[in-house]
């Protein structure tokens, strides 16, 4: 039996997790607030479902976190068994990028665990990848900044185009048919990237690369990019 811990209507109800739920799956949404990402928020839910929960069941995380969030709970709730699997939907087609998903990421420490979350996930796709925690919850990371950085580099060359007579969009069908790009990638000039859903991933590798002193100037001018 699993159990789905979601975000409320209303923001101080607590939920109440089966207790012999075998799995309990986390899928709060992680808060943006004036362009700050709060995943405090995200993570004092979870401590308050935590003493309705079956000691022994596997905690499956989906919540937009900082990567380390899920070493940091297993650290302070030692006794479950933790899991991690970045949601991969929009917004506008939530429910069938849900049902109908090209890959799901599973970050998971043993294969049991890997082996009774695919069974949860089957449904939804076949092509599930399994890693560890910490690259599961880089590949969400990696993929909003990559997403972030193809928008601002189109609107970088559409500006170019615009001074030098050229038409942004003949360009950006050649670079689509190149065969090392995707045809699908999301190289249209236009509105920037709103909404803080990839503004949060960038931001989430730009805090841990400052606090690290790690030089990453191409994930750092994404955003500036963007808002010009």
């Known amino acids: 039996m699993a159990a789905a811990a979601r975000e409320c209507c209303h923001p101080h109800h607590s939920l109440v997790i089966p207790s012999e739920a075998e799995l309990v799956w986390i899928c709060y949404d992680t ?47 030692p006794g479950f068994r933790w899991a991690c699997s970045p949601e991969n939907i929009r917004v506008a087609s939530a429910v069938a990028d849900f049902q109908n998903q090209s890959r799901i990421i599973l970050g998971v420490r043993t294969a049991e665990d890997a082996k009774v979350i695919y069974l949860l996930l089957t449904p939804f796709t076949h092509n599930i990848i399994i890693t560890g925690i910490e690259t599961a919850e880089m590949c969400k990371h ?46 249209k000039a236009g509105a920037p990237f709103g909404g803080g859903h990839l503004a949060r991933d960038i931001y989430f590798l730009g805090e841990i690369a400052e606090r690290n002193s790690l030089s990453t100037p191409i994930i750092n001018s994404i955003l500036k990019s963007n808002n010009e």
């Open 142 to 187: 990696a993929l909003n900044c990559w997403l972030g950085m193809n928008i601002a580099f189109i609107n970088e060359i559409s500006r170019i185009c615009k001074v030098v007579g050229a038409d942004v969009d003949g360009v950006t069908e050649s670079l689509k048919s190149e065969r090392r790009i995707s045809p699908n990638a999301p190289l």
């Open 31 to 77: 808060p943006i607030i004036d362009g700050v990402v709060d995943s405090v928020w995200v993570m004092d839910r979870i401590d308050e479902l935590i003493p309705s929960c079956n000691p022994e069941a596997i905690m499956l995380v989906s919540s937009q976190l900082p990567v380390g969030s899920i070493a940091s709970l297993e650290y302070k709730y």
